[in-house]
């Protein structure tokens, strides 16, 4: 093999150099032009283009919608993630409000939509680790209820959610409306547990069903009766 002048090594390290900056450049921009949950290239609100132009927030949403597909994909109780997320999602837009009640691109507005974020993700995850009951008699629907009970057998917490109301006087489609949404540490008692909020009301779990004696009150209007609820798998 024929040996190169040195001028010529320089000459072809340049051009080797050089093309590996073009093929760098070139994958960049025929990668996603996102991370978010969503396509930024085809976002058009206001809050999409706030995500997109952070890229601490982009990455924080980008997370949030990996956990909700995989959780979305093993939830034992369909069409429950889907609701909940899509009361998120119309409501996301407001973490940008500040004391004014106007929408900001600032830096308290990134703060507080880092954080609405953070516990959507951190919610999200503990649907994997909670069992599921529900009056569902097949796939959930907002007008449903699902109770998550999660924790340790001491030490458990209940999320009810669902039993969707329309408002009396101005009905609109969910997510506007009334909604059951009540979290809260249970404490055992002799036959069940209770809750704080109704210390009337004595929750039983079995290995297959969830029974609730007593009424719970969500509002004036928005209650969940006394009943059995199954466990979904």
């Known amino acids: 093999m024929r040996e190169m002048h040195p001028k010529q090594e320089v000459t072809l390290a340049r051009s080797l150099w050089s093309g590996l900056v073009l093929a760098c450049i070139l994958a960049a921009c025929a990668a996603p032009a996102w991370s978010a949950s969503f396509d930024c290239r085809k976002g058009s609100r206001p809050v999409e283009k706030f995500i ?4 601490e927030l982009d990455a924080a949403d980008g997370r949030m919608g990996d956990v909700y597909r995989r959780v979305n994909a093993s939830f034992p109780l369909k069409g429950f993630v889907q609701a909940t997320q899509r009361e998120f999602v119309a409501g996301f837009p407001y973490c940008m409000n500040g004391t004014d009640n106007r929408p ?3 830096p308290a507005s990134l703060r507080r939509c ?3 974020v953070a516990r959507r993700t951190a919610e999200l995850e503990s649907y994997e680790r909670a069992i599921v009951y529900t009056s569902a008699a097949d796939r959930f629907t907002h007008d449903d209820l699902a109770i998550l009970v999660d924790g340790a057998k001491d030490r ?3 999320r009810m959610w669902g039993n969707w109301m329309p408002h009396a006087f101005d009905p609109k489609p969910f997510p506007a409306g009334s909604l059951c949404d009540i979290e809260e540490e ?3 008692v002799r036959g069940g547990f209770r809750m704080d909020s109704h210390e009337d009301v004595t929750l039983r779990f079995s290995e297959t069903e ?9 509002s004036a209007r928005n209650t969940i009766g006394a009943g ?4 979904a798998k």
């Open 52 to 55: 997109c132009s952070n890229p």
């Open 104 to 106: 900001s691109t600032g």
């Open 114 to 116: 880092l954080d609405w």
């Open 156 to 158: 458990r917490r209940v």
């Open 186 to 188: 249970l404490k055992p």
């Open 210 to 218: 969830l029974r609730i004696d007593g009424l719970i009150m969500c």
């Open 228 to 231: 059995t609820y199954r466990r």
